[in-house]
């Protein structure tokens, strides 16, 4: 268990009196793409912003990479190599799409304080925005605002903003929500074909992704992981079926 | 080509225009250019923070004035020969800016929106404070004079060379301002504005690129303030004055915080306005701040949002269609203004003191001498004047709207834009 690459212990988050997050143990291994299901308001977005450093854990301990994050602020867990989405949309909506996956590339290639340069003329930034942005198949919106892109579109340009740093570790809250069928199943592959090497969790609502992408599958319900194992032992979990999965599993 | 190439030959023109300012115009005007490119660096330099990075500041006649202060210690320092030849001075400005505007840039960009705006006012009501006390650093309620030393051949005695060094200055900061949007950190400090949460989770430190813009805004504002000694030989600490803080708001915002030359033509506009209209009114404040207020209701992208709309109504209609619309706005605007600034001067005379007292000695009304002619206070005639250009102000205002109702009405026809050019219209 000691080569996991990022372990969650024990834990905990209380908004006021009410508890979220119960004592989670999670440990993700380099290379595993691992799914988090588990009902509405099972603490699925929480655990992400506990994580990424949005949000501190009111006890245990988030371990990346051989280091200890708890506390840690965003930047600085990114830095380390680890890269996320949001549930809700989270983009600069007033910046053109390709500037929006500039910015993001721009921090590890040049770094936030170069003021000596100018940045058309990077050309390393240049051709790596333009890679991301084919990859998301969105080079013939590169002009447009992000903010009047489609919904879906708008998921794909956060997919190539959280790859763009390179990371470890890929946390996505459900990428695919707002996805048409063709969509949804690109996307899959995408994500399949950008997380190879890296470890991946990701939260989706579309079973016939998670079962179709994961190695493994975690269920939380109510903040705290009742059952974890690969799609075919979580299909037959008999807790599993009936804390959460149920009509889908009967379907 | 021409869309690419009219910025420049605007930008060529208007250099030619400055570069023969001190041929074609008197000292006096001569010196009110100087100020207006000072106001004019000073509003950029504050649309930097306040436009880019969103961050709206309310003292930035602190960096403004610290630039000053320490301009006028360079120059007097070792016996009065400086401690840079003098077109050099506004070196220290910048560096006093720049120190200073890290420092208070470092706990005021800890905080965003109200609180933001609370700590940079309450920094510069504090030097306001504090700067008559210290009378080793600021020279206590007279100030701190100094003299222009020669330097590389020139005596800096004459209006016209203080004018050529300030606008060599003032280009040489828009320049710097202007690289600055061009390289990542420019890019950063719009993001900044855009959606500082993402910028974290992309591995940014959001602080860090606060403190920068800041520091960059306070920075060309010293420079600024130093201008402004080197013009005046002296300094004072009435800079760090809330109007001084006030002035550089109104202006950018007249001219519009969102563009790049905006605010610098907002600044020049008014500090010409300014200096043309105060000598013959006492109600010079009063026409700045409707002025405003009308430019923030109506044209929330100031002057300059009503230049590329114009510019965008001819590219899409053709000059001649839009013409009866801008001739009726103007004429609109012009009888309006009139009729307006008629009551107000017609008022300020009635209810000022000398009137008063002239009126109870005389047991009458006596008429006012205004605009070269006298008025009776009691005569329907004076009254019919302002009510008659403000009725045909009116008559106007509905004319240009129902010409711009008969525009949009036309375009409705047309195909909507593209939004590969909504794009680019929004583009900085």
């Given at each position: 268990m000691n080569d996991a690459i990022l372990s969650l212990r024990g834990l905990r988050k209380s908004f006021g009196d009410t508890e979220i997050i119960r004592g989670v143990d999670l440990d993700l291994h380099p290379g595993e793409r691992r799914a988090l299901i588990g009902p509405n308001g099972a603490g699925k977005s929480t655990l992400f912003h506990l994580v990424s450093g949005n949000l501190a854990p009111t006890s245990g301990e988030v371990v990346f990479d051989g280091q200890r994050?708890?506390?840690?602020t965003p930047q600085r867990i990114n830095r380390h190599g680890l890269a996320r989405s949001f549930q809700i949309t989270n983009i600069f909506p007033k910046l053109t799409v390709f500037e929006n996956i500039r910015l993001a590339v721009m921090r590890q290639q040049v770094g936030q304080y170069t003021f000596w340069r100018v940045i058309d003329r990077l050309a390393g930034v240049r051709a790596a925005t333009e890679a991301l942005l084919e990859k998301v198949r969105l080079q013939s919106q590169a002009r447009t605002l992000a903010g009047e892109m489609s919904y879906s579109e708008q998921r794909s340009l956060e997919l190539a903003m959280t790859l763009a740093s390179d990371p470890k570790v890929v946390l996505l809250d459900e990428p695919m929500a707002g996805m048409s069928n063709e969509e949804t199943h690109y996307t899959m592959e995408l994500i399949r074909e950008v997380t190879a090497g890296r470890a991946l969790l990701i939260v989706e609502h579309d079973m016939d992704v998670v079962f179709a992408l994961a190695d493994r599958i975690s269920v939380l319900v109510y903040g705290q992981v009742i059952a974890t194992g690969t799609p075919q032992e979580i299909r037959s979990h008999q807790g599993v079926r009936e804390a959460y999965l149920g009509e889908e599993a009967a379907a | 080509m021409t869309t690419m190439r009219t910025p420049l030959m605007v930008a060529a023109a208007a250099l030619a225009l400055l570069g023969a300012l001190p041929l074609l115009l008197p000292a006096g005007l001569l010196n009110a250019s100087i100020q207006a490119l000072i106001a004019a660096l000073f509003a950029c330099a504050y649309s930097l923070l306040a436009g880019r990075a969103g961050m709206l500041s309310f003292g930035h006649a602190a960096y403004f004035g610290v630039g000053a202060f320490a301009t006028v210690h360079a120059m007097n320092a070792l016996g009065g020969t400086g401690l840079l030849p003098t077109p050099l001075m506004p070196l220290a400005g910048a560096l006093g800016g720049l120190g200073f505007g890290l420092a208070a840039g470092w706990f005021a960009t800890q905080r965003s929106g109200t609180a933001f705006a609370m700590i940079t006012l309450a920094v510069a009501e504090l030097l306001h404070a504090v700067a008559p006390q210290l009378k080793g650093w600021f020279g206590g309620e007279s100030g701190i004079s100094t003299m222009r030393a020669p330097a590389w051949g020139f005596g800096f005695g004459s209006t016209t060379q203080v004018y050529y060094l300030t606008l060599a200055w003032v280009l040489v900061s828009l320049a710097l301002l202007y690289f600055h949007t061009r390289t990542p950190l420019g890019r950063l400090t719009l993001a900044l504005r855009e959606n500082e949460h993402r910028l974290r989770f992309l591995g940014y430190d959001v602080h860090g690129l606060g403190v920068s813009a800041f520091a960059l805004s306070a920075m060309l504002s010293g420079v600024a303030g130093g201008l402004q000694v080197m013009g005046n030989e002296s300094a004072n600490y009435v800079v760090f004055d809330a109007g001084v803080s006030a002035t550089v708001v109104l202006n950018s915002y007249i001219g519009g915080v969102g563009s790049f030359l905006g605010p610098a033509l907002g600044a020049a506009l008014m500090s010409f306005f300014g200096f043309a209209v105060s000598d013959t009114t006492q109600s010079w404040l009063l026409y700045q701040g409707v002025l405003f207020v009308l430019v923030m209701m109506f044209m929330p992208e100031g002057l300059t949002g009503l230049v590329s709309a114009t510019t965008r109504l001819v590219a899409r209609h053709g000059f001649v269609a839009v013409l009866p619309l801008a001739l009726s706005a103007v004429f609109a605007v012009l009888l309006l203004a009139g009729g307006a600034v008629f009551v107000v001067e017609m008022l300020q005379r009635l209810f000022s003191q000398d009137y008063r007292s002239l009126a109870r000695m005389s047991g009458t009304a006596p008429p006012v001498l205004l605009f070269g002619r006298s008025w009776l206070a009691t005569a329907l005639a004076t009254w019919i004047v302002p009510a008659g250009l403000l009725a045909a102000g009116a008559l106007m205002t509905g004319v240009a709207r129902r010409c711009h109702r008969a525009l949009v009405q036309a375009a409705s026809h047309e195909a909507p834009p593209s939004a590969a050019t909504l794009a680019e219209r929004a583009l900085p």
């Open positions: 994050i708890t506390g840690w | -």
